[in-house]
């Protein structure tokens, strides 16, 4: 059974930081976009960061500078480094992960297509 687990979310003051993390597992594929997304109240579901299996990532503009993705192949857990976190970053934060038919291929960011399997969701409230 596949299986993403998202962890580290919780309340914070404006200009903190956080660190999510989500816990692969029963996946089979050696090509895929992992990435996170969040829901703020009332809004849809937006990208925030993708990488694929070689580690190349992109962002959303507004977390620039301020967020990092990254994985760790021998945990299979991807993390989600949150910096300077503002009351706008609010939101319940998603992991997601689609395969890939080619190493190294460009993960979408803008369209939540494709992405097939899902975490529970972490909540994230910045306080200002």
């Known amino acids: 059974e596949v299986q993403l687990v998202e962890s580290g979310g919780g309340s914070v003051q404006a200009g903190g930081s956080l660190r999510l993390s989500c816990a692969a597992s029963?996946?089979?594929?050696?090509?895929?976009?992992m990435g996170w997304f969040r829901q703020a109240p009332g809004k849809e579901r937006e990208g925030v960061a993708v990488?694929?299996?070689?580690?190349?990532?992109t962002y959303t503009d507004s977390v620039k500078g301020r967020f990092t993705i990254s994985q760790d192949n021998a945990k299979n857990t991807l993390y989600l480094q949150m910096n300077s976190l503002k009351p706008e970053d609010t939101a319940t934060y998603y992991c997601a992960r689609r395969s890939q038919l080619f190493s190294g291929a460009h993960c979408p960011l803008q369209t939540l297509y494709g992405y097939n399997y899902w975490g529970q969701g972490t909540q994230v409230p910045v306080s200002s």
């Open positions: 029963g996946f089979t594929d050696s090509t895929y976009c």
């Open positions: 990488l694929n299996e070689a580690g190349s990532s």
